[in-house]
């Protein structure tokens, strides 16, 4: 074996042995780098240099913004305000509620930009609602936990930031435009799940909403969205980038719960960033490692022999394309969203640019990919919370999101072989 060979083993093999064993991921990325650098005789410095540039960029400061704007969404009530506005739009439909949890899933997602914030947050509002109602808790935890995958595809989904830097700076506006209609489509689809299995067993209509209450459930639903419409609107605008778009959306946020609705007190504010901060904290961790991986994997020219080898396998690009979602939802059963797009996107993107395949309609489809991996067992952390919410067994709650888990593979064919519906809006935008 060449010692480019024998290097390539330590990385991978070292890099599966720590996660046989539970290491923390970014330890693992960082222990396999050094490993595979200290047999190449590489100054061992490298590493840190490495994970220093990895996060040493502007862009990465919209992150804090966008998990403390969904920390603050979720401590002050807004949410119950999503879910009401989600009732008066589609709680009169058969199976209304299951309608409603993917509704509210879709407008808080598309403020938090995180499934596991969207179904801590919605999901405990809606699961015991919908078992209040007479639904099976297991339903009721099944459509809540497909539908927060809305969460990672829609805007401003920190996840589609992590991609544009581990893509080597794709437009983030583009992006986040990508994901609009990607994130229609999969609420359409659960809807027309959720609507089948409603029907065959006999749930009822949601209760409506009283008259009277019809203009504040619209008011105070619209000021919950308002967040997301200032970092769209401020992006697409080109007014703010989307670190200044962030900023304004937290300070608004904050005002909203804090001051205006006051359902949580002002001392909640030091347990909210507390919680920010060890999320920001294992994020940028993250962040680093991955780029003093990334860079060993460069120096090992793997992304080349990736290439080569799925080329090698078949020059359609259709098949290519299958074998690659097939791989990323085997890996998305193990290993958790952030380190999937940091790790896989050097290594597979050469691949799809390779035929033409946009860079930002790879990063949806590698996104939700991911995200389809966080319902799967053994990291599926929207399973877990969601099962923990709804008070059912894992077993349970798996079998239960099955028809909505297919659902979701339906979408994720048509947004990878069909590249007008995700490039439609970033092309017009453009225009």
Same mark, same amino acid.
């Given at each position: 074996?060449?010692?480019?060979?024998?290097?390539?083993?330590?990385?991978? +093999?070292?890099?599966?042995?720590?996660?046989?064993?539970?290491?923390?991921? #970014?330890?693992?990325? +960082? =222990?396999?780098?050094?490993?595979?650098?200290?047999?190449?005789?590489?100054?061992?410095?490298?590493?840190?240099?490495?994970? =220093?540039?990895?996060?040493?960029?502007?862009?990465?400061?919209?992150?804090?913004?966008?998990?403390?704007?969904?920390?603050?969404?979720?401590?002050?009530?807004?949410?119950?305000?999503?879910?009401?506005?989600?009732?008066?739009?589609?709680?009169?439909?058969?199976?209304?509620?299951?309608?409603?949890?993917?509704?509210?899933?879709?407008?808080?997602?598309?403020?938090?930009?995180?499934?596991? #914030?969207?179904?801590?947050?919605?999901?405990?509002?809606?699961?015991?609602?919908?078992?209040?109602?007479?639904?099976?808790?297991?339903?009721?935890?099944?459509?809540?936990?497909?539908?927060?995958?809305?969460?990672?595809?829609?805007?401003?989904?920190?996840?589609?930031?992590?991609?544009?830097?581990?893509?080597?700076?794709?437009?983030?506006?583009?992006?986040?435009?990508?994901?609009? +209609?990607?994130?229609?489509? @999969?609420?359409?689809?659960?809807?027309?799940?959720?609507?089948?299995?409603?029907?065959?067993?006999? /749930?009822?209509?949601?209760?409506? +909403?009283?008259?009277?209450?019809?203009?504040?459930?619209?008011?105070?639903?619209?000021?919950?969205?308002?967040?997301?419409?200032?970092?769209?609107?401020?992006?697409?605008?080109?007014?703010?980038?989307?670190?200044?778009?962030?900023?304004?959306?937290?300070? /608004?946020?904050?005002?909203?719960?804090?001051?205006?609705?006051?359902?949580?007190?002002?001392?909640?504010?030091?347990?909210?960033?507390?919680?920010?901060?060890?999320?920001?904290?294992?994020?940028?961790?993250?962040?680093?490692?991955?780029?003093?991986?990334?860079?060993?994997?460069?120096?090992?020219?793997?992304?080349?022999? @990736?290439?080569?080898?799925?080329?090698?396998?078949?020059?359609?690009?259709?098949?290519?394309?299958?074998?690659?979602?097939?791989?990323?939802?085997?890996?998305?059963?193990?290993?958790?969203?952030?380190?999937?797009?940091?790790? @896989?996107?050097?290594?597979?993107?050469?691949?799809?640019?390779?035929?033409?395949?946009?860079?930002?309609?790879?990063?949806?489809?590698?996104?939700?990919?991911?995200?389809?991996?966080?319902?799967?067992?053994?990291?599926?952390?929207?399973?877990?919370?969601?099962?923990?919410?709804?008070? =059912?067994?894992?077993?349970?709650?798996?079998?239960?999101?099955?028809?909505?888990? /297919?659902?979701?593979?339906?979408?994720?064919? =048509?947004?990878?072989?069909?590249?007008?519906?995700?490039?439609?809006?970033?092309?017009?935008?453009?225009?």
């Amino acid at each position: 074996m060449t010692s480019t060979s024998i290097a390539v083993t330590i990385l991978l +093999v070292s890099f599966v042995a720590l996660i046989m064993l539970r290491f923390p991921i #970014a330890l693992t990325l +960082v =222990i396999s780098s050094l490993l595979t650098i200290m047999f190449l005789d590489i100054p061992l410095p490298i590493i840190g240099q490495q994970m =220093i540039q990895g996060v040493n960029s502007f862009s990465l400061l919209a992150i804090p913004f966008f998990i403390l704007t969904g920390q603050i969404m979720s401590t002050g009530g807004l949410a119950n305000r999503i879910v009401n506005l989600a009732i008066l739009l589609v709680g009169r439909i058969r199976g209304g509620l299951a309608m409603v949890n993917s509704v509210a899933s879709l407008f808080f997602g598309n403020i938090s930009g995180s499934a596991v #914030a969207d179904v801590s947050s919605v999901g405990s509002v809606m699961i015991p609602m919908m078992k209040k109602n007479g639904y099976e808790a297991d339903y009721a935890v099944g459509v809540t936990i497909a539908s927060a995958i809305q969460g990672v595809v829609v805007p401003p989904s920190h996840n589609l930031v992590l991609y544009s830097l581990a893509a080597g700076g794709v437009s983030i506006a583009s992006l986040f435009m990508a994901g609009i +209609v990607p994130g229609v489509i @999969m609420l359409v689809a659960l809807c027309i799940t959720g609507y089948i299995i409603a029907r065959k067993r006999g /749930y009822e209509k949601a209760a409506p +909403v009283p008259k009277s209450q019809i203009a504040s459930t619209l008011i105070h639903g619209v000021l919950s969205l308002s967040p997301a419409v200032i970092i769209l609107g401020g992006i697409m605008s080109g007014v703010f980038t989307a670190t200044e778009s962030g900023a304004l959306a937290c300070l /608004y946020s904050f005002v909203l719960a804090f001051v205006i609705y006051r359902e949580a007190p002002l001392s909640s504010v030091w347990p909210i960033l507390k919680r920010t901060l060890k999320t920001v904290s294992m994020v940028f961790f993250l962040i680093a490692a991955s780029a003093a991986f990334g860079w060993v994997l460069a120096y090992l020219q793997i992304p080349s022999m @990736m290439t080569s080898l799925l080329l090698s396998i078949s020059d359609n690009p259709l098949i290519i394309l299958l074998i690659i979602n097939i791989l990323l939802l085997l890996l998305g059963a193990p290993m958790d969203m952030a380190p999937m797009i940091l790790i @896989m996107t050097p290594i597979l993107l050469p691949v799809v640019t390779s035929f033409g395949m946009d860079p930002v309609h790879f990063g949806i489809v590698l996104i939700l990919n991911a995200g389809i991996g966080l319902l799967t067992p053994p990291v599926g952390t929207v399973l877990f919370v969601g099962c923990a919410i709804g008070k =059912i067994s894992i077993a349970q709650g798996t079998k239960a999101m099955m028809p909505f888990f /297919y659902a979701l593979l339906v979408v994720l064919l =048509i947004i990878t072989y069909i590249p007008e519906v995700v490039m439609w809006l970033p092309n017009l935008m453009a225009d």
